[in-house]
Structure formats: structure tokens, C-alpha cells
């Protein structure tokens, strides 16, 4: 019986362990965060290095927009400080937001097509700015925290239910929280 509560409380830190990350990409990437990261070829943190308009061409059926980036913080289908050049048809662009030369974010990126042709899983919600430092996910404005995500980062804590403002140290949300909760859910 002592062993079966030991095995249980190191369970029960273990999962207190994953939930602060996994609130962190739920916040951030939306309720379906663990689909959007199990669907991702390519998933990782890194800087626009340039993006170019290709126009259609006899060698190149389609129009397409190749980016150019630079691998910061890998977290599948890529490696640390690979370039990679990204390319989208064209028509799809812009359905998301576009990206800058010098823009940090972190990517999810559905693996190529037979026509090396991709784009961002969820469009827009796969492009996630950073922080000038590429550290951190870019400062937004204070948000409300609802009841659910509350009551699970209070632990369960008894106070009012009242939508509170959050502050911007409370915001903060790293590159690493996410890759954590993104490698937890692609091994799910």
C-alpha cells in the first residue's frame, strides 16, 4: 500500500509539472493546441531571415512565396541553426498573418507536399510572435483569466469566480514552456 501512494504522489508532481505548460499553450495556441502539434511536420522557434514571391514558371506550376528562416529553438522535424526555406502556393498566404524579414516566432508547419509546397497548421494560429529576444512569446495587452483556467492554476483554491486581470509577469510565456508542452503532446 506504501508503494502505491509513493508511485501516485510522484505521479500527481508530475502532472502538476506538465499543467502550468500545458495552460501556457493552451493560452496561447488555443484549445486545440495538442492537435495543431501532433498535426505539425515542422514545429520549432526561429527568425525570418527573408521571404521572396516566386511567380509561376514552367519548372514551378504555381505561384508561391518562399520564406527563409533560421532554426532557434528546435522542436520537431528540424534542427538547431538550420536555415530553412519555406514554400507556400501563393493563393494560401494570405489567409495568415505575413511574415517580415527580422519577425521572431515560433512555426508549426505541415510537412511538404509532393509539390514541396506548405504552410502554417492552423494558419494563423501556427505563427506565434516572439519577443525581440526570441525567448518569450510577444507581450500582448492584460488579459481575463475565465473560471477553468483559474480554478486549475489556483489548484482548486476556493475564491470568488470573478474574471480577474492578469499582469504582464503573470502573461509571460516562454519559448520552453511551449516545447515542452508540445513534445509531452506529440508523444501522446
Avoid at 514551378?60 to 520564406?67: D, N
Avoid at 532557434?72 to 511574415?99: C, D, F, K, L, N
Wanted: proline share 6%.
Amino acid at each position: 500500500m506504501l508503494v502505491f501512494v509513493i508511485a501516485l504522489a510522484g505521479l500527481c508532481t508530475v502532472a502538476t509539472a506538465q499543467q502550468p505548460d500545458q495552460l501556457a499553450a493552451a493560452r496561447v495556441l488555443g484549445p486545440q493546441w495538442r492537435q495543431m502539434a501532433r498535426a505539425s511536420g515542422m514545429v520549432f522557434a526561429g527568425t525570418v531571415l527573408g521571404v521572396e514571391a516566386l511567380p509561376a514558371r514552367t519548372d514551378r506550376e504555381l505561384p508561391a512565396i518562399a520564406v527563409k528562416l533560421r532554426v532557434e529553438h528546435a522542436i520537431a522535424g528540424v534542427q538547431p541553426g538550420q536555415v530553412v526555406t519555406i514554400r507556400e502556393w501563393a493563393g494560401a498566404w494570405s489567409s495568415h498573418r505575413a511574415m517580415r524579414t527580422g519577425q521572431r516566432m515560433l512555426l508549426f508547419f505541415y510537412l511538404p507536399s509532393r509539390l514541396g509546397l506548405t504552410s502554417p497548421v492552423g494558419g494563423p494560429m501556427g505563427q506565434v510572435a516572439l519577443d525581440p529576444s526570441g525567448k518569450n512569446v510577444a507581450a500582448r495587452a492584460p488579459v481575463l483569466m475565465n473560471d477553468a483556467m483559474d480554478s486549475a492554476m489556483d489548484n482548486g483554491a476556493a475564491h470568488a469566480r470573478q474574471p480577474r486581470r492578469v499582469s504582464a509577469a503573470q502573461q509571460r510565456i516562454t519559448v520552453i514552456q511551449l516545447k515542452r508542452a508540445i513534445l509531452n503532446a506529440r508523444r501522446e
